[in-house]
Every structure is written in structure tokens, then in C-alpha cells.
């Protein structure tokens, strides 16, 4: 691989001081940087520091407020189409395929409008598709329609389309996210062989891992603004963190402090479809992590305790029995169940924020308390009183959607508005997956501090250093059944592995 | 670390849902145009006569946004201001004295509403499915009470339909009095916040213990008393029941809700928008007639404003999300 | 909750039983009548109240002849009336068919079948797209009743501005009463038509679109209402702008209707309207049987297609011909 000199060639694609804001509020701010021919940039940064505008600037979506983007030393077209015949080729995350077609219409869609109106030979679009398809490691036909490929496959499809488009500079927007390891081998090869052929590319990613793999630079940015454009050599993991994040992150997890011997949640004998026989006791102050692979049942044994499922067994609250079970009779005892699909099951994305924050608790809220009417004082008090002690940071305030924020403020709204409650018992089902460094880093200060003040929790989750490093003690799910409960002390990784697949200790 | 700043005060709420109307402008150029071609559109008497007409409109497009913001439909609306009104007719009721005659009925619409909510929440039998199977089954009733003949209605039976208060015909008064308590029971209740928050995430709401399914079969029956009152202005009004009666108006209703602002798949609406779309419905009808507009004209404007309404419901609201987020576009709150 | 959802099937079900149950409750009936006759079958979609009128009126000219009737009603579905026709036709073998369709394309097929087993295809009050192919149709005539409209009116010898209804645009019926009546005021100056209101045959419609006009022309003093169905919601319309005024009053608005119905009738006979139009219904059986006679006896009718206006029923002749008029016979 020749490293080549960005002042001595005209750089592929050239940011020079890009600013764009949306309804006033900047998302990018005066950023200038340069993708050299044949160089991989890789794009860094937490959600919502910008990358997905700047990805949009260069495919020509959305124009900037100022500066200029130069493709090959000349002014960038006005147009989507217009940037695309500049080859600039940009590979979106959401992906943009038609589910109905074949993988070889879907790869030549683009070029297929010039044509004459019946000129399109399915046979002879196939035959052009094979050898794009062998280049990114699909092992599928490209007569296969492509609604049946998995998602995996047709994110292939989507790179294989960049590549026939012939392009001079490629934008790859988290490229990799649902591959398979193979297939992300593939992917790569794919693009180290046209970082040889001169293309300059811009990979986003959140795997840190791959842009040290990939990448010849790294560009950092942070909430709209350039913070690093620096040779990935001078860069380790963890100092690409801390760039993102603005902060040296504090020192792996919070301390916690010891359990009290009450006993706050204690299940026994929990069955159901998928589910057999748990049994497991939590105390006060506690936080039990709930480790194993997808499938093994621990989303289950949640959605069981709170009634979401009809499932068979004695469930009880600090020694009253729950029963019988159902999501009213849970809250009412004081458990709170914030589930994995924050998006989907637990936040109203159209409606305002302090709407969701207060909605468990609204009956508490009537004025006078029989009638059903709410205080809408008490309601707003309540809520910025919530928001503050989980430092949710809403730029449009409360009264903004609940879609404004980003994935962790939105976690901490969905955790806030149980804590409304007052509950005893907390049920988190992955509560820190999709969100950044930073957000993930307040929720366990957050859960830590809880559990100091007495509320026992009940924390799922596939991330294995989070549970090593949030919970007193670990019970291990494969297959529907609890296999152990380890204390911290002894738990390792390892372990967890070997009893998660079926080993031994 | 960040604070919370208190975004805006309660009266700025009722502005909001008044401003996020893009229909305010479309009916001020709606009056001009026809005030300014027939004189006698802007009359006062006029003004009285498109509000009676819109009365009923208004009290059933009260109903439905309720129905709309549970992401749900209510088909069966026409067929149950016949169904109404056939029982107002019926020998049964004869011998009550009216006002608990209109009671009864209302009540019993209620009921019926309500078994369209038992379908919807505990059948779990999709809205549109449920309401257009009670639409025959309420049509098929109402035309069995009435041997689908028209039935002239007692005089004693109509005051709903006629009369004023103060100068303002009663029809407009009881719509007035709906839809200032259906914006009380949406805005300030719970049962209210209920549900917009069903409509806007029913998982959600489920996974944070809310009482869906009481609340959904309330919605419907909630709407259904609200639409047999609108039955009773209805048949005061007409002076008979005829098997037409009603028949397609749950279009009609659906075009007043989506013109007013309510997103069809839930969550997002408002009475007051409502109130607005039905008025810019009535105010098109009796434009039409008064500058003299050929028969033919009047399919193709109602065409053309069904069309705007459901144009209205996808695009403009993210023009005016994007609008309202700019005139609060200064950030509240610092970043950490 | 699961009591509750067994609880809402119960009522649905429930509902539904009454209402096929009534519905079904329209079983062949047959008349009973001495040998002699030809047996006819008579297939109407639905029965109502003007329906029931035409059964009696060919049931009466059946009995004259001493014909048997068999009588099935489609309860408005097409599918229905269609397996109706062919049993009154394959099973029953009627002698010949009196038909009102409920659907005027979807009735072709019944046509073509009678036509092969050779049973005469006859079609009361509404006709039906096949014209070629039936044996006789008599109907009303819409021209020819809005043009009895046109002469109520002009006899009333007054400067009359008419708010004129109009059903729906897209009904031949609606279109021909509306063609008709502005044909009739063809040639004179004293009778003029000031507004237009298209109603599409629904109530509201009609009340509305008259409020309105009377708001933006106060001078209207007729009023043409292309059918006693609108006529409710045309009173009220009067009614609520204080110019509901009985015949003979100096401020009474002028009206013409056409049907003959009972509300029509009896707004004759409480001197609230001037005229009706009566269609002749009791007409539609007695020239459909006696061309049934002719046709199944071989001979041919001509013509086969025969509109019938209504009969002009006023103030001035109410009293002589209101037994004329099927609507009426309740009068009070």
C-alpha cells in the first residue's frame, strides 16, 4: 500500500469549511477535511455529532448553510444526480433496495433508466452481476429476488451496487453493521482493493475495532465540530474515545455498594414457553445481572415478573405475592420493567417528552385525585424535577417529541419515568444498547446510585463487561434455564461463556 | 450536566394547537373568495346558517378524532346516526317524555359504540374491520325499525334540532359545548392522555401498565354517544328518517378530522383542529350554492378538498414540525 | 376480559340473527288462484313500501286473469337475485318473469337465461342495461314528469322564482326530471329557475342546499323537488327560515314534488304543497301482466318499451283522484 501525499495530488474530495444547521440549531460546524485518492478517512464520533449530515453533504441530500465541498478539485454538483455522475457513490445504512426486484436489477437500477424501455434483458443483467457479486463475497444468485435475502445479504447487495456505479469516492455508512464475519472479511477486501485502485473512501462506523483495521486517517467529531484529523497511527482506542466523548471516561464502572440482606424480589418455579423452572432471589440494594445468549430466555423471564406473558410460578414483592400477574398489579407493587425496544415499546416518539415521563404515574396526578383531571402544574414540575435528576439534556425542552432526543437521553427519559413510581423493584432489559460512550457511562452512575438508595434491580444484558461490571451477582441462562448465579468476585468472562453454552464449571 | 428549562407557559398550549392549523389561512382565503363573489356569503344570518349546518359534522368529527387518535376508524358513524334515528322514531319510545326519550338513546349508542370497542380492544379485530361489519349490522336495524320508509319525526322530539339560545341556533350550541368538553377530556384528563399515548405507542402503553383495553372500548363508547347526540340535532333538524340518512357521512366526518390536522395512524391531533376542518367543510358547501356554482363544480371541489386532506396528512407536518422547531430553535439547554 | 369478549360475540351474534332473520323472512309466497292462469314469477330486489304497492298492483291484474303469482324478494344483494331467477325459472317454470333488478348490468346474465329457457323477461320501474334482449319494460318517465312539473307551475298563473333540487348527477331518473322540468318552462317568462341545488338524493344535502339558497336568493317562492324522499328536509328548510306558510297564505312558497308517496299525499292533503307527480305504480302491474299473457302465449308486444307519465295531482283535483294514487290511500 503507497501512502500518498495529500499536497501533491488533488485530493478526491475536499470539505473546506462546512457548517449546516437544521431549524437553528447547528449540527455541523465549520468542518474542513480531505479524502486523498486511494485513502481511506474514517469518520468518528458519538451519535449525533454529525457524521450522518456530513455523509448527506457529500451525496448531495442536503446542502451546506457555508463552505464548499470540492469533488476532485472541482465544485460539487447541485443535485443528487448530479454528484452521482461526479461518482461520488455513497452506501446508505437504511438501506435503499427494492425488496420485490432481483439482486441484479437492484444493482444496475441506477443505469437501467437510460435504456430503451424494453431493452432490459433479466438474463443479461444476471450475467454482468456475477462477477460484482463474487467481488463482495455474496454466495447467492443474482436471480434471487431480494425481499427473500437476509439482512446481512442485501446490505452485500447494496455495497455491490456502489461498486458497478464506478465510483471515484465511496461514502460507507456503517457498512457492516448486521454482516457476518465472513461477510464483513469480504467487505473489507472489497475495500482495500479499491483504496488501490485510487478511490478515496469515507468509512463510518461505531466499531472502533474496524476503523483501527481500515483506515488510513481518522477524522473525530464532536457534537458538530472537528475535534482530530489525525494519521490513524497516532491514534489508540483510547484516545479515539476520549476525543469522541470530551472527556476521559471515568474509570470502567462506578463502585457499588454492598447489597442489604432484604429480600425484594423473589421468584420461584417460573415457567413458560420458552422459560423452565427459574428460580432466583433479590435483595435490596442489589443489582443481579442476567447474562446468556440471545434466545436463552432472559428477555422472557422479565416480560413473566411484570405480566406481560402468561406464565406459570410464584412471583413476589418484599413478601407479598404478586397475583395474579399483570403489568397494573406490577406497578402497583412497586416493579418497574424497562424494556430492550426503547423506541418501540417504551417512549411516544410523536408525542412531547414530558408526556412520557409522567404517563405511569398520571393517575397519581388528578386534581382532586378521583376525577381524572390532571394538574397540569404538578405534571410539569414533576417532570423537570425528573429530568434534571436523570440529566436528560433536551434540546428543545419538554415540550419537544420525544423523537428529538438522541438514543441515551431517550433511555434516560423511559428509566426516568418509572422512577416516577417510586418503584422497589427495577427491571432493565438492555439498557444500554444503541447509545454512545457517553450516555452509557451516566446510566451506570445512575443505576449505581439507586441501588445505594435501596431499589433492587434486575439488570439483562448481552454486553458481558457491563454485567461484570454493574452487578453484585451474575445468574447464567442458556436454554431457558438458570444454570447459576455467580458472585462477582468469582465471574469471569470466561465462565460466563463456558456455562452460557452448556459447559461446565 | 444540563437543565431542563421550562419550555412554555400553559396558554402558549392552546396557541400552538391553533397556529399548527394550516388551514386557518386556506379558510380566511375560502371566506374572502366567496364573500368577496357573493356579498351575502359574509352576512351575519349566513354565518348563523353555515353554523347550524355544520353542527352535526362538528359534534361526529369530535367522536371520531378520539376514535383517529387511538390509530383506530369508526366506519359506522353514518350508519348509527340512522340507527339513532330510527330508534327516536320507534313506538317503543312514544309514550316517554322526549328529553328522557333522547336520553335513551343516547345511552343506547353508548352501548353499541362501546360493542365496537369490545371488538376492537378485546377481539383485537382491526378498527376498520370491526366498524364496517357494524355499519350493515346498524343499517340493517335501523332499516328494520323503519320498513326503509321515511318516517316523519314528533315535533316534541326535534327541539335538539331547532331553537336558539340567545340568538344562536341550539344545533351550534350543543357543537360548541361538544367540543369544548371533548378538548377538556383530551387536554386535561387522563383518560385523555390515555389516549393519545395509546395512539401514539400501544406497546408502550401496555408496557407501562396502562388500562388499554378499558380505555379503547371507553373511546368507542365515548364516541358513540357523542354521535347519537349528533343524531338527535341530525333528525331534529331534518324532520324525518329516511334509510339514506347518514349514508356516507363517516366519510365526510373522516375528511373533517384529517383536515383538521389528526394523523390517521394516532397519536397526533386535536379537537380544536377538527372544529376547524369541519367548519372549512361547511363553509366550501354553503360557498358553493350561495356564488351560484353548477352542480357539476361541486363534485370536483369535494374531490378536490378530500384530496388536499389527505395530502394535508402526510406532508405538511414535517413543514410544520420543522416551523414549530424554529421558533424555539435557540438551544435550551447546554451540552455536558 | 374473557367473559367480556364471549359477552361481545354473544351480542353480535345476536344481532345478526335478528337481522338475517328478518331479512330471510321473505320466503316464495304464492297466491293461490283457479287453473286456467299462467303462472308468473316476480323477482323485485327488495320490498318496501312503494315496492309492496307494485306487487299489489300486479297481483290484482293476476287475480283478474286468474294467473298465480310467485313472489321472491333479493334483499338488495345481486349474487341472490340472480339464483332466485333461476329457480323461479329451472324449478318453479314460471310461465314469464316481472322483474326489478337490483343491479341493471349484473341482471344481464338472468336475462340471457330466461331468454334460452324461452320464459319472457318483462322489467318494471327501473330499466336495466340490456335493452335487446328483454320482453317488455315499462317504467315511469322522468322527462316527462319534470315536464308535468313545468305545467303545475306555469298554472299558477304567478311570477314564480324556483330553487330547483336535483337528486344525482349520475342517475338517468334525477337527470331526466331536471331536463324535463327546464324543457317544460321552454317559451315563457313567468316562471324562471333562480337556483340549482344538486342533493345526490341525501336529506341533508337537500336541507342544507335549501337553507342555502333561500340565504342567497330571500326572493324564491317555488321550490321543485325532484321526489317526495327530499320533501321532509325541504320543509324543514322552510320551516327553520320562518317561510313554511300553508297553501293560500300571501308568503307561501309554491311547491311541486313528484313520487306520490305517502309524505307527498299526505302534504297535499294538509295543504303544505301544491302538487304531486304520481308515478303509477298500481299501472306498472296491470300493463306487465297483460303483456306477460300476450308473450307467453306467442304473440309480441309492441312496443316493448313503454314509459308511463305520472298523474298530475293538485289542490284543485286532490279529492277525485287520490284513489288513483297508491301513496294516498292512507290519507287522513
Known sequence: MTVIDDSLIVPALELRGISKSFAGVPAVRDVSFAIGVGQVVALAGENGAGKSTIKNMIGGILRPDSGTILVRGGEQAASVAGVRAQHVTTVHQEISLFADLTVAENIWINSLSGRAPFGVSLRKLAARSESVLERVGAHFSPLATLGDLSTGQTQLVEIAKALVSNPKVLVLDEPTASLTMTERHYVFNAVSSLRDEGVGILFISHFLEEIFQLSDRIVVLRDGGLVADLPRKELDRASLEALMVGRELAAGFPAISPPTDQIALSVSGLTDDTITDVSFELRRGEILGVSGLMGAGRTEIARAIFGLSEAHGDVAVYGVPLKPRSPQAAIAAGVAFVTEDRRDEGIFLERPIRETLSVVALDALGKPRWSGVIDREQERRKAVEQAQQMHVTARGGLEANGISLSGGNQQKVVIGKWLETAPRVLILDEPTRGIDIGAKAEIYRLLAELAREGLAILLISSEMEEILGMSHRVAVMARGRLLGILDRDDADQKKLIRLATGGEL | ?336 | ?332
Open chain 2, 1 to 336: 450536566m444540563s437543565k431542563i428549562a421550562r419550555s412554555r407557559s400553559i396558554g402558549s398550549a392552546t396557541w400552538r394547537a391553533v397556529s399548527s392549523q394550516p388551514l386557518i389561512p386556506a379558510g380566511l382565503v375560502l371566506i374572502a373568495l366567496f364573500g368577496v363573489i357573493e356579498p351575502n356569503f359574509a352576512s351575519g344570518s349566513n354565518a348563523l346558517n353555515i353554523a347550524t349546518q355544520a353542527s352535526v359534522l362538528l359534534i361526529a368529527a369530535t367522536a371520531m378524532t378520539f376514535v383517529i387518535l387511538t390509530a383506530g376508524i369508526d366506519l359506522s358513524v353514518g350508519a348509527m346516526i340512522f340507527l339513532a334515528g330510527a330508534l327516536v322514531t320507534s313506538t317503543w319510545l312514544q309514550s316517554l317524555p322526549p328529553a328522557l326519550a333522547l336520553v335513551l338513546v343516547a345511552l343506547c349508542c353508548a352501548v353499541l359504540g362501546g360493542l365496537n370497542g369490545l371488538g376492537v380492544a378485546v377481539v383485537g379485530v382491526p378498527a376498520m374491520i370491526v366498524t364496517l361489519a357494524t355499519l350493515q349490522i346498524f343499517r340493517g336495524l335501523g332499516g328494520h325499525i323503519t320498513g326503509q320508509r321515511s318516517v316523519i319525526v314528533d315535533d316534541d322530539l326535534r327541539f335538539m334540532g331547532r331553537g336558539d339560545v340567545a340568538g344562536i341556533p341550539l344545533p351550534f350550541v350543543v357543537a360548541i359545548a361538544v367540543i369544548l368538553f371533548g378538548t377538556f377530556v383530551l387536554r386535561r384528563t387522563v383518560f385523555g392522555r390515555f389516549v393519545q399515548a395509546i395512539g401514539s405507542n400501544q406497546p408502550a402503553a401496555m408496557n407501562a401498565g396502562l388500562p388499554v383495553k378499558r380505555v379503547l372500548i371507553g373511546v368507542y363508547a365515548f364516541a358513540g354517544l357523542l354521535v347519537g347526540i349528533a343524531a338527535m340535532v341530525q333528525v331534529g333538524r331534518l324532520g324525518a328518517v329516511q334509510p339514506t340518512l347518514g349514508s356516507g357521512f363517516e366519510l365526510t366526518v373522516i375528511t373533517a378530522v384529517v383536515l383538521g390536522g389528526t394523523s390517521l395512524t394516532g397519536g397526533r391531533g386535536s379537537v380544536i383542529g377538527t372544529m376547524i376542518g369541519a367548519l372549512i367543510l361547511a363553509i366550501v358547501e354553503n360557498g358553493l350554492v350561495l356564488i351560484g356554482a353548477s352542480a357539476y363544480i361541486f363534485d370536483i371541489v369535494r374531490g378536490a378538498v378530500l384530496l388536499s386532506a389527505l395530502l394535508l396528512s402526510g406532508i405538511p407536518q414535517q413543514l410544520l414540525r420543522r416551523l414549530r422547531a424554529d421558533s424555539s430553535s435557540t438551544p435550551q439547554s447546554a451540552r455536558t
Open chain 3, 1 to 332: 376480559m374473557k367473559l367480556k369478549f364471549k359477552a361481545s360475540f354473544a351480542a353480535l351474534g345476536a344481532m345478526a340473527v335478528i337481522l338475517t332473520g328478518c331479512s330471510t323472512a321473505t320466503p316464495a309466497s304464492t297466491t293461490d288462484t283457479s287453473d286456467g292462469g299462467i303462472t308468473i314469477g316476480v323477482s323485485f330486489e327488495h320490498l318496501n313500501e312503494i315496492r309492496s304497492a307494485e306487487l299489489a298492483g300486479i297481483k290484482d291484474a293476476a287475480k283478474k286473469n286468474g294467473d298465480k303469482v310467485v313472489f321472491v324478494s333479493a334483499d338488495d344483494d345481486a349474487q341472490k337475485q340472480a339464483s332466485q331467477i333461476q329457480d323461479l325459472i329451472q324449478t318453479q317454470k314460471v310461465d314469464a318473469l316481472i322483474v326489478i333488478a337490483f343491479n341493471k348490468d349484473q341482471i344481464t346474465s338472468s336475462i340471457a337465461l330466461a331468454k334460452a329457457n324461452n320464459v319472457p323477461f318483462l322489467t318494471i320501474d327501473r330499466a336495466t342495461t340490456d335493452q335487446e334482449n328483454i320482453s317488455f319494460q315499462i317504467t315511469g318517465d322522468p322527462v316527462a314528469d319534470g315536464k308535468l312539473v313545468a305545467e303545475q307551475m306555469i298554472a299558477a298563473d304567478k311570477d314564480l322564482k324556483v330553487l330547483q333540487l336535483i337528486g344525482g348527477l349520475t342517475d338517468q331518473n334525477a337527470v331526466g326530471r331536471r331536463d324535463g322540468f327546464v324543457a317544460g318552462l321552454k317559451g315563457q317568462t313567468a316562471v324562471s329557475i333562480v337556483a340549482d341545488v344538486p342533493t345526490d338524493w341525501d336529506p341533508t344535502k337537500a336541507l342544507d342546499g335549501t337553507s342555502n339558497a333561500l340565504e342567497k336568493n330571500p326572493d324564491i317562492n317555488a321550490i321543485y323537488v325532484p321526489s317526495d324522499y327530499l320533501l321532509p328536509s325541504v320543509l324543514s328548510a322552510l320551516d327553520a327560515a320562518g317561510k313554511l306558510k300553508p297553501v293560500g297564505d300571501p308568503d307561501h312558497v309554491f311547491i311541486v314534488t313528484i313520487d306520490g308517496d305517502p309524505v307527498g299525499c299526505q302534504a297535499l292533503a294538509d295543504k303544505t304543497i301544491d302538487a304531486d307527480i304520481a308515478t303509477l305504480v298500481g299501472d306498472f302491474g296491470t300493463q306487465a301482466v297483460e303483456a306477460a299473457r300476450a308473450l307467453s302465449a306467442g304473440e309480441t308486444v309492441d312496443p316493448h318499451i313503454v314509459e308511463i307519465a305520472g298523474l298530475a295531482i293538485n289542490q284543485g283535483n286532490f279529492s277525485d283522484e287520490k284513489a288513483n294514487v297508491w301513496g294516498c290511500a292512507d290519507v287522513k
